[in-house]
Every structure is written in structure tokens, then in C-alpha cells.
Nanobody, 119 residues
Framework: QVHLVESGGGLVQAGGSLRLSCAASGSGFSINAMDWYRQAPGKQRELVARIISGSSTNYADSVKGRFTISRDSAKNTVYLQMNSLKPEDTAVYYC?????????????WGQGTQVTVSS
């Protein structure tokens, strides 16, 4: 019922910046929280950042001070500004959203976008 479309991934040199975006589409739903996860080859998927009700935010220790999550409630879109990128940030990044309607509470995942940081 809620479809997520991600964009902004690509190749960047170490120390560079990248901005990811994720737009949620559908009807009759409300967003409770929006997240960014990432998964590197051979590793588990990890939570990178979360924003709740457009105000409260949480970050993984590994990205704190370098990444910023933000939300445009009117557009149902979440962004991840990534600065001072490191090769260790190389991964597939996934958007995730907790949403609800008049009948249930659920969640959806984006398709993933590749971020590659060269040394």
C-alpha cells in the first residue's frame, strides 16, 4: 500500500558528499517514522539513521557527525545527507518507513541504491 522510491546513489571519492532521497507514495496512510539502513557485502543490514514525526532523530555511532537525516512531511520524502564519506560507507542503502491507516500498522522497504566510496 506504500511504495518507496530511492535515488541519489552513485560513486564518490573519499571525503566527498552524497545526498539520498526516498519518496513514499500511496493513499490513506500516515507516516510514523522513516529510516535509512545499509548493507555491505557479507555483512548484516544495519540501521544508519531514523527520524520520527519530523523531529526526533537517531544515528549509528559510525555516521554521527557526518550524516544528517531530514524529512519533508508535505512530500512524504526523507533525505540522507552524507558528508566526509569513507570507503567503509560503501554499501547498498535502503529506505524504510513505518506507516499506518485506519485499519492497521505496517512497514515498507525501498529497492535499495548503491553507494560506492573510492579511496
Amino acid at each position: 500500500q506504500v511504495h518507496l522510491v530511492e535515488s541519489g546513489g552513485g560513486l564518490v571519492q573519499a571525503g566527498g558528499s552524497l545526498r539520498l532521497s526516498c519518496a513514499a507514495s500511496g493513499s490513506g496512510f500516515s507516516i510514523n517514522a522513516m529510516d535509512w539502513y545499509r548493507q555491505a557485502p557479507g555483512k548484516q543490514r544495519e540501521l544508519v539513521a531514523r527520524i520520527i514525526s519530523g523531529s526526533s532523530t537517531n544515528y549509528a555511532d559510525s555516521v554521527k557527525g557526518r550524516f544528517t537525516i531530514s524529512r519533508d512531511s508535505a512530500k512524504n520524502t526523507v533525505y540522507l545527507q552524507m558528508n566526509s564519506l569513507k570507503p567503509e560507507d560503501t554499501a547498498v542503502y535502503y529506505c524504510h518507513v513505518f506507516w499506518s491507516n485506519e485499519r492497521r500498522y505496517d512497514d515498507s522497504w525501498g529497492q535499495g541504491t548503491q553507494v560506492t566510496v573510492s579511496s
